[in-house]
């Protein structure tokens, strides 16, 4: 998804349980999972992007080597492992939110511009996300 540098929530499914939360906050991207039990979090923060201009993000999420990845214009800017007997809250069976948490606090609202969302069953190479970013 390209998106500008704002406070806000990005795309996730945060309605009870809170299965996960994309959004960004003071120029980091942050990526959220619910663990299941004991109200554990896996939370993985980027380093600093780029405020005031266009920006391609990507997180994969690869459950079978137990690992996360966020990209900001195909360069890796964040990466933590986890166990892959690890286990995580399913799908809610509500909607995805673009743009919106689920809370009704304004501060969570990305107020900005998202180009394209794409969400693959698999979790992509560098390669196949640059491919997918194209030229700029």
Do not use: C
């Amino acid at each position: 998804t390209w998106v500008r540098d704002q406070l806000a929530a990005i795309y996730g499914d945060w309605h009870y349980p809170w299965q996960f939360l994309l959004s960004i906050e003071n120029q980091k991207i942050i990526f959220h999972r619910h663990q299941n039990g004991n109200e554990k979090w896996f939370s993985l923060g980027s380093a600093n992007v780029t405020s005031d201009t266009w920006i391609h993000v990507a997180v994969t999420w690869d459950h079978v080597i137990g690992a996360v990845r966020i990209f900001a214009d195909g360069k890796e800017i964040g990466y933590r492992s986890f166990k892959p007997e690890a286990t995580f809250y399913g799908l809610t069976g509500k909607l995805y939110q673009i743009g919106n948490d689920g809370h009704t606090t304004k501060d969570h609202q990305f107020n900005g511009s998202i180009m394209d969302l794409y969400v693959f069953g698999a979790a992509l190479t560098a390669h196949q996300i640059n491919k997918l970013r194209g030229e700029l």
